[in-house]
């Protein structure tokens, strides 16, 4: 069965800093993976997917997330974080069976300090 | 205009209630998903439609019922709401080559 962990409920960053949104994955297969944000009162947008295309992934707003599969991870990244960057995050990993039951990881909600 | 409309936007009700949750589109797509979201649980798949014929458990099922009306339109009851169904649910569409694009939301409190 295929799962998500995200690393960290919470990150706090200082404005400029680097953010890392650490996400490891259980598949039997490589999977598709994703990272969506929530920013408050709203759904679920999308950041950047990994269909096994190129293994560095470039997504909105600067994000960007590398498939590892020898360390079945897909970190996310930004060099440098902005005020508008808080919000939650979720990483998510589905089959290839393009039914896209995305399987969540329970999130990690990202504080921007000025 | 939102692509994916989710209605009512917040919702309290009392135990033992019927509830209806109604979800609809505008993007054309044939495939439409519920999911609640839980604090620390993240997103959890309770019932998903690949056209108006396919209804599909997911992993949360029980205590839920879904109605394919039309090609855009997707309901989830609650037939007798309970207090640990109070979470945010969520609506989202693909149409099999996209990721999913999801609704604003319903927050639901069963008291």
């Known amino acids: 069965a295929q799962s998500v962990t995200q690393l960290g409920s919470h990150v706090s960053v200082s404005e400029g800093a680097l953010v890392l949104l650490r996400c490891n994955y259980s598949?039997?297969?490589?999977?598709?993976l994703f990272w969506y944000v929530q920013y408050p009162n709203q759904g679920l947008q999308l950041l950047l997917k990994?269909?096994?295309?190129?293994?560095l992934v470039k997504g909105i707003n600067g994000f960007e997330a590398e498939f590892k599969k020898s360390e079945t991870s897909f970190h996310l990244t930004k060099p440098s974080a902005h005020m508008s960057d808080a919000a939650e995050y979720f990483c998510?990993?589905?089959?290839?069976?393009?039914?896209?039951?995305?399987?969540f990881g329970s999130g990690t909600r990202l504080l921007v300090r000025p | 205009d939102a692509d994916v409309t989710q209605t009512p936007r917040n919702r309290i009700t009392k135990t033992g209630k019927r509830i209806m949750l109604e979800c609809s589109q505008t993007?054309?797509?044939?495939?439409m998903y519920w999911y609640r979201q839980d604090p620390g649980l993240g997103l959890r798949l309770i019932y998903y439609?690949?056209?108006?014929?396919?209804?599909n458990k997911g992993e949360i099922s029980d205590g839920y019922s879904v109605s394919r009306q039309a090609q855009a339109k997707f309901s989830l009851s609650l037939e007798s709401a309970i207090p640990n169904q109070t979470a945010l649910y969520f609506c989202?569409?693909?149409?099999?080559?996209?990721?999913?694009?999801f609704g604003n939301g319903t927050r639901l409190t069963v008291t």
């Open positions: 598949s039997s297969v490589p999977p598709y």
């Open positions: 439609s690949f056209d108006v014929k396919d209804i």
């Open positions: 990994y269909t096994s295309a190129a293994t």
């Open positions: 989202a569409t693909s149409d099999g080559g996209s990721p999913l694009h």
């Open positions: 993007k054309g797509h044939d495939r």
């Open positions: 998510a990993v589905s089959g290839k069976d393009s039914s896209y039951k995305l399987i």
